[in-house]
């Protein structure tokens, strides 16, 4: 890969790029083709290839089987390159998408946090009909689920997660169960989480599926939130020009835009 990179760097005209690539896609593609069981570092090896042509513009329009073969792999350098290929190669492929959903799955029950955070992220970077059927489940329960053993890292990916499929089904997130869960959130002093959750509450209250005050249980912790927030209650590294959090605070205030005061 660092040897196509350095080739790529020093052709001095678009015809030398253009020439080089297509070298080495075919070459790639020959790999795949001819050889039965490539081991898996050969896979990643030949997928990081195909990422950065596709990331230079060139079409790549083959090797996606071999990227979500690797979404399976116990290593985390491979399961790394077949999510980040998925989720740039095959984001408007339902038929390769419906293939890693059980994989998807399997690593978001799993132990692994960095697998669950790579599993949370190709959904959110795909999107798309496929998952809000399959998956949304098994993210909210992530979210849902009182239990301690899942982070505030894995909670703030999954909110971003719920973001993107809420879009696409609006009537997935039903006030009488969700109403509590993100006032409960609103509790958590984790800055990440609160401004996932703020995003996710935000395009909620927009999209008006529900009418605002079926949402009320929310105004008090997040109007609390505000409040620690204005008086200080931050780590330092989340401060603007002394401001805490001043993002998180502009999502609080359009929460409570929401909810006048009568």
């Not at 080495?24 to 570092?41: D, H, N, P």
Request: proline share 3%; glycine share 4%.
């Amino acid at each position: 890969l660092q040897v196509f990179i350095a080739d790529i760097r020093n052709c001095q005209t678009k015809d030398q790029e253009r020439n080089r690539v297509e070298k080495e896609m075919a070459k790639i593609r020959l790999k795949f083709v001819q050889t039965k069981s490539l081991s898996g570092y050969d896979k990643k090896k030949y997928v990081w290839k195909l990422l950065y042509a596709y990331m230079l513009g060139y079409e790549v329009d083959f090797g996606h089987f071999q990227a979500v073969e690797l979404c399976s792999s116990n290593k985390f350098s491979e399961k790394t390159a077949g999510y980040l290929a998925v989720s740039l190669l095959l984001a408007d492929n339902n038929d390769m998408v419906r293939m890693i959903v059980n994989n998807i799955k399997n690593d978001m029950a799993g132990h692994n946090e960095h697998a669950a955070a790579l599993a949370l992220n190709t959904v959110a970077n795909i999107g798309g009909s496929e998952f809000a059927d399959n998956l949304f489940a098994d993210i909210s329960k992530m979210i849902l689920s009182p239990s301690s053993s899942i982070s505030p890292y894995i909670k703030r990916k999954a909110c971003i997660c719920l973001l993107r499929l809420y879009r696409k089904d609006s009537d997935t997130i039903q006030p009488e169960v969700w109403s509590r869960k993100l006032a409960t959130l609103f509790q958590d002093r984790d800055i990440g989480l609160l401004t996932s959750a703020s995003g996710l509450l935000i395009a909620i209250l927009e999209l008006g599926a529900f009418p605002a005050h079926s949402w009320t249980e929310v105004v008090q912790p997040v109007s609390s939130c505000l409040a620690l927030l204005v008086q200080g209650d931050c780590p330092e590294h989340y401060e603007y020009y002394h401001v805490p959090a001043p993002w998180l605070q502009t999502k609080l205030l359009r929460i409570l835009q929401f909810f006048p005061v009568e």
